[in-house]
Structure formats: C-alpha cells, structure tokens
C-alpha cells in the first residue's frame, strides 16, 4: 500500500505562496485585496497566520495571481 505524505500545516504553506506569487508580480496586498473584494485587512491577516479562509478565496486569490490552486497549496524549498 502506498503511503501518502501530508504537509502538517497546509494553512502556512498557502500563506507564504500566496505572499510569495503577490510580491513576484509586485503587487500590494491592498492591490490583491481590491482583485478579489476582499478587505486589505483580511487579506494581511491571510498572510499574517491570523486567520484561516476558504476554498472561495483560495480560488479567487489564485485567479488575481494568475496562477493555479495547486502551485498555492505546493510546499517548496524556498518557503
């Protein structure tokens, strides 16, 4: 049987692509926030650890980033 591995805090992970894709297309988080009609406060609260989100916002923050669901929820090396 396969053993399958998981990533032990997801939530991080999303957080610091999510920071990580926002910075490479130099774009504000108050800039991601209007994208998605989403407050400023949330979306710094996103990428701060303060707060989980969902499915929803995950989508629409990898629509505004032009990038796709998985490469959010992808752990790599530089994070």
Known sequence: MKT??????IYDTIRKNIKKYRKEQKMTSEQ???LVDLSHDF?????????NFSV???????VALDVSVDALLTKTDDL
């Open 32 to 34: 991601l926030a209007e």
């Open 43 to 51: 979306i710094r609260q996103i990428e701060s650890h303060k707060y």
């Open 4 to 9: 399958l591995e998981f990533d032990s805090d």
């Open 56 to 62: 929803d916002t995950l989508y629409r923050i990898s």
